[in-house]
């Protein structure tokens, strides 16, 4: 999946923006509107919503001088391309339901890297953070990470890689001020356990 832009699998992007703003509401939009919460030009957003208007996918109604749109719900192909354009939500919800199965659950995990900052691509891994309630991992702590990165391999299409370290570890970059804990800081998109920043203070006040 590109995780930059997963809907470029079957919507060009402009399309996909557009789609996306109108499956996030049941408001009606303006033309001009529309553009703009979608961050496309206003003569694409026409072609667009024509296009989509003449095959019943998207409801245009007159208000005066403006035309208003709106997405088509009841149409046989909406659940199918909302679905489409809400896949990087439903990527994160997949990532947090194969860690909610785990027995050894992690104190914290979370997405980042280029995935999680949406400048990736296809080839792009998907960076978890995981901070272990274990010291040291076991057989069966490493049986789930592998068990779940082949999951999640088959439903995204990208590789799966563990940054996984104990708390104490963490501690101790956190001492050593490595640059990967502000990109953690800035990037991150927390998925499971201990809110990151609130695990952070919790290490800094036992340094004390």
Not at 182 to 200: P, T
Request: proline share 3%; hydrophobic share 40%; net charge positive.
């Amino acid at each position: 999946m590109n995780t930059g832009e997963p809907t470029d699998i079957a919507l060009p992007r402009a399309t996909a923006a557009v789609f996306r703003v109108l499956a996030g509401a049941d408001a009606s939009f303006s033309i001009r509107q529309l553009a703009r919460v979608a961050g496309v030009s206003a003569p694409r957003a026409i072609e667009i919503v024509n296009h989509a208007s003449e095959r019943g996918l998207i409801l245009v109604e007159l208000a005066g001088r403006s035309r208003m749109c709106r997405l088509n719900r009841e149409h046989l192909a909406a659940g199918a391309l909302i679905d489409l354009v809400t896949i990087r939500q439903r990527m994160l919800h997949a990532i947090e339901d194969e860690i909610a199965s785990w027995r050894i659950a992690p104190m914290h995990t979370s997405l980042f890297g280029s995935a999680a900052r949406g400048d990736g691509n296809s080839h792009s891994d998907l960076d978890l953070l995981l901070i272990r309630p274990i010291s040291e991992p076991d057989k069966e702590w490493e049986e789930q990470k592998y068990t779940s990165g082949v999951r999640l391999r088959a439903k995204i299409g990208n590789h799966v890689s563990w940054f996984d370290i104990s708390s104490t570890e963490l501690k101790r970059a956190m001492r050593a001020s490595e640059p990967i804990i502000a990109e953690w800081k800035r990037d991150s998109i927390h998925l499971s356990g201990v809110q990151l920043s609130d695990l952070f203070r919790q290490l800094q006040g036992k340094g004390k």
